[in-house]
């Protein structure tokens, strides 16, 4: 028998197919519907907004990744999409790229890498930007008759108060029907659709919903956590407004602002998610309610980013408490007990 | 055949490939020149060599004691004469104490006739004892001796024996094959253990990816004794023995207890086909039906072949190793040890031999863990791989003990599900070593 060479490796000797990388890319690839919507909806400044928080995000994990190439693995991809969709149109660009090298510096590395996060990086460079720069990031555009027009001053030099067109700002669905003196309440269809004033991949969420659906049919987002929050959201506020405390209808609320975003792509990010299932109903509960609270009551129009972000924060603790009860440990297991 | 089975919650589905040997009969592997029986073939302590050097050997003749309660005899699968006693390559990856005889080429290779007793006429008591004379061992990869499962404690009664042809391992078909082509011996075992414990009931656990299978095993069902067949869900690890125990009984067995302590007892189809066969013809346990499996052989197949001969006769016989063979294992993908050496006999609990290819044991790269959960959702035993994987790579065994590691039984779901290639198991099985190591400091 001629010489071969085999390789000695711990069982098992089999693997599936699945791959973390795997995961991620596929995740960009459900975006891929609601990014084509929001340039639809917005114009050329969707793409600008989009591709300046990615680059932010993908140039500070190349250079102060953990691993090499570790920007192969398409989790920073994922988070300056996320960071893009959750901005307004007409943000200035520097603002947008400074939001996803804060998400992915703070957000991610500093915690040591992939995996080792506590909050949603996308979310924290949001975050980040609506204490730095209030205006800008609730300066809602409306589309004007022309496609090719910006959306805003996308091209605001860094620390220059980008020009504000009067004429081409609107508000949001939950901040007319919120703050405004003459709240109206928009068709819950227009929601669904994306037809209506919101950051970029809120508006849409029909194709959220979609995209959210074929990751959860492939096994690559745990459904409990978004049934968990849409259900949670449609109690606490079905309750509310029936109680005549909320002028928020529960369908409204879920179709509206960045709900369907929210529950579907921030707070199923598996590494700032809990790891039971048991965990993942209670996390998506507290999201919900926790929306359903700041959105009523609460100093902004829309509260799904720090809801997502309080929740996080508990995680360690949820999984704590859920952990799997211990095989054998009921049943008969008491009577054999020593 | 559908409808609600029972089963037990979590598992993985790996792709079976059991297409490649399922519908092939069994053969007979032709004697090598040269066998070698390690002492250890069997859970316990190993069993102490009766031969020496130069010593004429029969088929079927005993050639190691027992020592003590937990082991087994060896019995010799060919005739010739001892060449050496010496430290040899085993298939846990260690050298060990082995008995190497050289076969009589001119030897018509019968059996030495050896007397037992019917097993109807001698009292219960005494059947484990011609078990345990007969080296029978559990077939079904741990290779725990069986005389010993058969006294279960006496404040722990069983009232259940369950019979395990569920082979939940992808490749293997030995199991199916022995079903298939020995039914009867399958049954006259499950009749000789009951007797042994004094019970009626047995029930026969088989995965619905083998019906035909299921229905012989109907076909030829005794019936005078409760004897029945329970179709099983086809799903990893069907046939460990708490899995089964549950998905048969719905009962759980507690940590750290026997199967007695829930009144079951879990036999595999091949150790009761090998217990019929001691009562019927004398024949001790000393061959087997192996899968010979994976795209890394000519050949693939089932054999019958005797304990003893080494992987490169096995392989020679069926018909040599394909140009990309990556990998050898004993046992199946999910358990299996990888061997290092063609010089291994084929042992006891060696159900399988695969030859896998480079793309049948493809690995990607260990990347970060996600926190995902899936492995959480694989563990057929309620454990949180993802925290213990933590643990264990921060060498914290003493928390890990705590997070029940004594109930992991390595049978490798969470290595197999996780998306980033951490090889949970492998940390597991390294962290009880650890474990037993600061136990005997």
């Excluded at chain 1, 209808?249 to 509206?256: A, G, I, K, V, Y």
């Amino acid at each position: 028998m001629n010489e071969t060479t085999v390789k000695i490796t711990a069982a098992p000797h089999v693997r599936s197919p699945e791959s973390t990388t795997r995961i991620m890319w596929s995740v960009v690839l459900s975006l891929v519907p609601v990014i084509a919507a929001s340039i639809f909806f917005f114009g050329p400044s969707a793409v600008l907004v989009l591709g300046a928080s990615t680059a932010g995000c993908l140039l500070t994990e190349r250079l102060f990744g953990t691993r090499r190439d570790s920007i192969a693995d398409g989790s920073a991809v994922i988070t300056g999409l996320l960071l893009g969709m959750c901005l307004p149109a007409g943000i200035p660009l520097w603002m947008a790229f400074l939001g996803g090298v804060f998400g992915v510096a703070f957000g991610k590395l500093i915690f040591g890498g992939l995996g080792q996060n506590v909050f949603n990086p996308a979310l924290l460079g949001r975050a980040f930007l609506q204490a730095a720069f209030p205006v800008a990031i609730t300066t809602w555009p409306v589309r004007g008759e022309n496609w090719w027009a910006l959306a805003g001053d996308n091209f605001a030099l860094p620390f220059m108060t980008p020009t504000v067109m009067d004429a081409m700002t609107g508000a949001t669905p939950l901040g007319i029907l919120k703050f405004s003196d003459d709240p109206v309440v928009t068709p819950v269809l227009n929601l669904i659709l994306g037809s209506t004033g919101g950051s970029l991949g809120e508006t849409s969420a029909g194709l959220i919903l979609a995209g959210g659906i074929y990751l959860a049919i492939r096994g690559h987002l745990n459904w409990h956590i978004p049934v968990s929050i849409l259900l949670s959201v449609f109690v606490f506020s079905g309750i509310f407004y029936a109680l005549g405390l909320s002028p928020f209808s529960p369908w409204f609320m879920l179709f509206s602002g960045g709900l369907m975003l929210g529950a579907w792509y921030m707070a199923t990010d598996m590494v700032t998610s809990p790891v039971t299932n048991r965990g993942c109903w209670v996390f998506g509960a507290g999201i919900g309610l926790l929306v359903v609270i700041i959105r009523i009551w609460g100093g902004l129009p829309e509260g799904v980013m720090y809801a997502i972000l309080l929740m996080n924060a508990l995680v360690p603790f949820i999984n704590r408490a859920t952990q799997p009860r211990k095989f054998g440990s009921v049943r008969r297991a008491a009577e054999t007990e020593e | 055949m559908s409808g609600r089975l029972p089963s037990f919650r979590n598992g993985v589905h790996p792709p079976e490939h059991k297409e490649l040997t399922s519908g092939i009969p069994s053969r007979r592997l032709p004697f090598p020149d040269e066998i070698i029986l390690p002492l250890s073939q069997h859970i316990g302590r190993p069993a102490e060599a009766l031969v020496k050097p130069g010593d004429r050997v029969e088929r079927g003749d005993v050639i190691a004691k027992a020592t003590g309660l937990i082991s087994s005899r060896v019995h010799t699968s060919a005739a010739g004469t001892v060449k050496s006693i010496e430290q040899w390559p085993h298939p846990s990856g260690t050298m060990q104490p082995s008995v190497r005889i050289e076969v009589d080429p001119h030897s018509t290779q019968l059996q030495r006739p050896r007397l037992v007793p019917h097993w109807d006429e001698v009292p219960a008591e005494q059947l484990s004892e011609e078990i345990s004379k007969a080296g029978i061992v559990g077939l079904g990869g741990a290779a725990f001796p069986s005389h010993v499962k058969m006294r279960p404690p006496e404040d722990q009664p069983v009232d259940v024996l369950i019979v395990n042809g569920s082979e939940c391992e992808p490749y293997l078909t030995s199991d199916h094959r022995t079903m298939l082509e020995q039914p009867e011996y399958v049954h006259q075992g499950i009749r000789i253990v009951l007797r042994a414990l004094g019970i009626e009931r047995a029930v026969i656990g088989i995965e619905l990816n083998k019906p035909d299978a299921i229905e012989v095993m109907r076909k030829t069902a005794p019936t005078d004794l409760d004897v029945s067949v329970q179709p099983l869900k086809v799903k990893y690890p069907q046939g460990a023995e708490k899995m089964l125990i549950k998905t048969v009984t719905g009962r759980e067995v507690p940590s750290g207890k026997l199967p007695s302590a829930v009144g079951a007892l879990v036999q595999n189809v091949a150790t009761t086909a090998s217990i019929a066969r001691v009562f019927d013809t004398g024949e001790p346990l000393i061959e087997r039906i192996m899968t010979v499996s994976g795209r890394g052989v000519k050949q693939p197949g089932n054999w019958l072949i005797p304990f003893g001969t080494k992987l490169r006769d096995v392989i020679d016989a069926c018909g040599g190793m394909t140009g990309d063979i990556a990998e050898i294992v004993f046992g199946g993908p999910m358990m299996g040890q990888s061997q290092a050496s063609l010089d291994v006999p084929v042992l006891k609990a060696t159900g399988g031999i695969l030859l896998l290819s480079r793309d049948e044991c493809k690995r990607q790269d260990i990347l970060p863990c996600i926190r995902c959960g899936k492995c959480i959702d694989a563990c057929p035993v309620y454990l949180n791989p993802q925290l213990m994987g933590a643990l264990a790579r921060v060498e914290r065994f003493e928390e890990m003990s705590k997070n029940n590691l004594g109930d992991c039984m390595l049978c490798g779901c969470c290595s197999f599900v996780c998306p980033s290639n951490i090889p949970l198991s492998q940390l597991f099985a390294m962290s009880k070593m650890q474990l037993s190591r600061m136990k005997a400091a």
